[in-house]
């Protein structure tokens, strides 16, 4: 007991993260004392499920541009917008409203118009917010060039003309890619192969044709070619890489805040279960519901949503909003506007 160390024991005991490299858009650390599927799932979330905001609708009220309306719309909802505080916004599908509003929505204008006789190239910085935003920076395209233009849009010649509402709406790239926060998550583990994961195929030399990365110099080589088949992995290398949305430090604290609800929800739902016991031994009609929706405001039988709706709006409505389809009622959003 005279070697006993609860500082350093209460240290080992938990998760660990040791960040090795910090930039503006980008940071690289490593997670220890974890297993790999907690790894893995922290990963999948910083990929997928980190709310943002990006441009969802365009309306064209002209365009004589070579590049067709969904061409531009396209483009438009791959420009970076800056998410930070997105939760101060609703989802479109949680939001009271028909169609977009100041709760859900943030309205950004683009117009330009060649008048020269030399093209005239649009720029990400042509975008001016045009609605009421929760806060100043929210909505604003994310410019990282040195001369301050962003990515272009159009090219236009003499007389062309461009003018469009673009509506830029709170996502996760689940539902669509121009959501995603990150450009690339790298993620490593066993960097010598010790586990033997991996069947590395090679034709002549496999040190030569697999060359090690830098994770290898965090680990020591293995000794011999033996290896402990119960062995687990328990040092996971991260690399992420913002697309500017949202600074990195922000994108790893909102994905474990994500992983948390989502094992919250999990665990509601086996202690609502364990404490109501097994239906099907009483003769019970069994009820589906979404985790996390058991509010008796949305409907009078103390279930919330009873089964046969989804979690989302109305029983007939699709999880992202629409009566058919993921984007309304037609596929562009209906009206004259595109989806981007």
């Given at each position: 007991m005279d070697d006993y160390d609860p500082m350093e024991t209460l240290e080992d005991s938990g998760p660990q993260v040791v960040v090795r490299e910090a930039a503006k858009y980008s940071v690289d650390f490593t997670l220890r004392n974890v297993d790999l599927a907690f790894?893995?799932?922290?990963?999948?979330?910083?990929?997928?499920?980190?709310?943002?905001?990006?441009?969802?609708?365009?309306?064209?009220?002209?365009?004589?541009?070579v590049l067709p309306d969904e061409f531009i719309a396209h483009?438009?909802?791959?420009?970076?917008?800056?998410?930070?505080?997105?939760?101060?916004l609703l989802y479109s599908r949680d939001c009271d409203c028909e169609g977009y509003c100041e709760n859900c929505s943030i309205v950004l204008s683009l117009s330009a118009k060649c008048t020269g006789h030399e093209i005239m190239k649009v720029y990400a910085r042509d975008l001016v917010i045009?609605?009421?935003?929760?806060n100043d920076s929210i909505g604003k395209p994310i410019i990282t060039d040195s001369e301050g233009q962003g990515p272009v849009i159009a090219k236009l010649r003499r007389g062309q003309e461009l003018r469009m509402r673009c509506i830029a709406k709170k996502g996760i790239a689940k539902e669509h890619a121009k959501w995603a926060p990150t450009s690339s998550v790298g993620f490593e583990y066993d960097p010598h192969n010790k586990l033997r994961h991996l069947d590395l195929w090679y034709e002549e030399d496999a040190v030569?044709?697999?060359?090690?990365?830098?994770?290898?110099?965090?680990?020591?080589?293995?000794l011999d070619n033996s290896f402990d088949i119960h062995a687990q992995p328990s040092a996971f290398y991260y690399d992420v890489e913002s697309v500017g949305s949202l600074d990195p430090d922000t994108i790893i604290q909102q994905g474990i805040k994500a992983?948390?609800?989502?094992?919250?929800?999990?665990?509601?739902?086996?202690t609502e279960d364990s404490s109501n016991g097994d239906?099907?031994?009483?003769?019970?009609?069994?009820?589906?519901?979404?985790?996390?929706?058991?509010?008796?405001?949305?409907?009078?039988d103390g279930h919330g949503y009873?089964?046969?709706?989804?979690?989302?709006?109305g029983g007939g409505a699709s999880a992202w909003g629409g009566g058919t389809t993921p984007y309304g009622t037609t596929p562009y959003g209906g009206g004259s506007g595109w989806a981007a």
């Open positions: 790894a893995n799932s922290l990963r999948r979330v910083i990929l997928a499920e980190i709310p943002t905001i990006a441009i969802d609708l365009v309306e064209v009220e002209a365009n004589s541009s483009r438009l909802g791959l420009v970076p917008l800056s998410s930070k505080d997105a939760e101060q045009s609605s009421m935003t929760p030569a044709e697999w060359p090690k990365t830098k994770n290898a110099d965090w680990e020591d080589p293995p992983l948390q609800q989502k094992l919250a929800a999990v665990i509601q739902d086996l239906a099907a031994t009483r003769n019970e009609e069994y009820e589906p519901r979404s985790p996390g929706m058991a509010d008796s405001t949305f409907q009078g009873g089964g046969f709706n989804t979690p989302y709006q």
